[in-house]
């Protein structure tokens, strides 16, 4: 399919050859599904940690003799059973971060893709350029392609460098996203995203994984 390619004035400059895979996918709810619950996972920090009796300092040496003093036997001052001891059965670290098939992270991004496309809300423009790291700069360059500047800006990225990062990394309402790396969360945020003609290229790249 083919599609409308800016330049950094906003004006149509030409068409940019897509696969129907990426901007005219199937909608695959089942994938976008895993592909939230699979970010919600990887941002869980699983920090809860109760110390158990063997994490506990000290208590190395035998309280008192096993026999003859008429108290209970016992092995430890840092068992679960003392003041100061350790907790029995108490919650541990865990890891929540898991990774998803990489058919599954295509379908869930090309889907995601597809249906913001459908919506109006996806434009492809050329390389910023050299901005000389000015963010004033890149700023009036997002204000021509984006006309109502309302909302948040997703601008996808292949190629980039630190002049062009230096520029964009003061503007608030600005996310910039690798296009080996869209997170779900904010395309589907989104009300403004910008794919550069790299990242196209690379879309095109990878839709050539996709089956079905």
């Not at 990887?42 to 506990?56: D, F």
């Not at 008429?70 to 059973?81: C, E, H, K, N, V």
């Not at 001891?85 to 889907?111: D, H, W």
Request: positive net charge.
């Amino acid at each position: 399919m083919k599609v409308e390619l800016l330049d950094i004035n906003g004006s149509v400059k030409g068409d940019l050859d897509l696969d129907d895979r990426i901007m005219n996918a199937k909608d695959s709810l089942g994938a976008i599904y895993q592909k939230f619950v699979n970010e919600n996972a990887n941002l869980h920090p699983g920090t809860v940690m109760k110390k158990n009796r063997g994490m506990v300092r000290g208590g190395g040496k035998k309280p008192w003799r096993q026999k003859g003093t008429g108290r209970a036997r016992t092995g430890s001052i840092r068992t679960p059973l003392r003041r100061g001891g350790g907790m029995a059965f108490g919650g541990q670290k865990k890891v929540y971060k898991y990774t998803l098939p990489k058919q599954i992270r295509l379908k869930a991004i090309a889907s995601a893709l597809s249906l913001k496309y459908k919506q109006g809300v996806v434009k492809f423009i050329e390389e910023p350029g050299n901005t000389t790291g000015k963010t004033k700069q890149m700023a009036k360059i997002l204000s021509k392609i984006v006309k109502k500047n309302k909302g948040k800006i997703i601008l996808i990225l292949q190629k980039s460098d630190k002049e062009l990062l230096r520029s964009l990394r003061n503007i608030s309402h600005l996310e910039m996203m690798n296009a080996a790396r869209m997170k779900l969360l904010p395309l589907v945020d989104s009300k403004n995203i910008l794919i550069t003609r790299s990242a196209a290229e690379y879309l095109n790249e990878i839709a050539k994984g996709l089956k079905g």
